[in-house]
């Protein structure tokens, strides 16, 4: 599967954003998917996830009650809503897949990246 995430901009605190990650092919059902964020000079960091058929969720501690994630298979498109936004959510935030359950939060259980998307939260 082949990912692309978008939605990201400039925004100032206490904003709302809604990134979409769109998969291409037939299997984009088939994985669950993650979407984590890389601030300037920082490691890449799980931020939220959501299984196969999107009945269970997964969140950082520090997004969980700010961020909601959900998916429509039907559009092959996994949303992620931002809102009460900090300027610590600064970040590049990217998608990936993972093939079976989410069992393991960290980078490098998931594939498939996308390019990234930008969003940067003004004070």
């Given at each position: 599967v082949q990912l692309q995430a978008s939605g990201g901009g400039l925004v100032q605190a206490g904003d709302s954003l809604r990134l979409s990650c769109t998969g291409s092919g037939r299997t984009f059902g088939h994985f669950a998917i993650g979407w984590f964020r890389q601030a300037p000079g920082e490691e890449r960091r799980f931020v939220a996830a959501i299984s196969r058929s999107g009945a269970r969720t997964f969140y950082a501690d520090s997004v969980k009650g700010r961020f909601t994630i959900s998916r429509n298979n039907?559009?092959?498109?996994?949303?992620?809503?931002l809102d009460r936004l900090g300027t610590e959510d600064t970040a590049v935030y990217y998608c990936a897949a993972r093939w079976g359950p989410v069992d393991d939060t960290a980078p490098a259980a998931f594939g498939?990246?996308?390019?990234?998307?930008?969003?940067?939260?003004s004070s």
């Open positions: 039907v559009m092959n498109t996994v949303y992620l809503r498939s990246w996308g390019r990234g998307t930008l969003v940067t939260v």
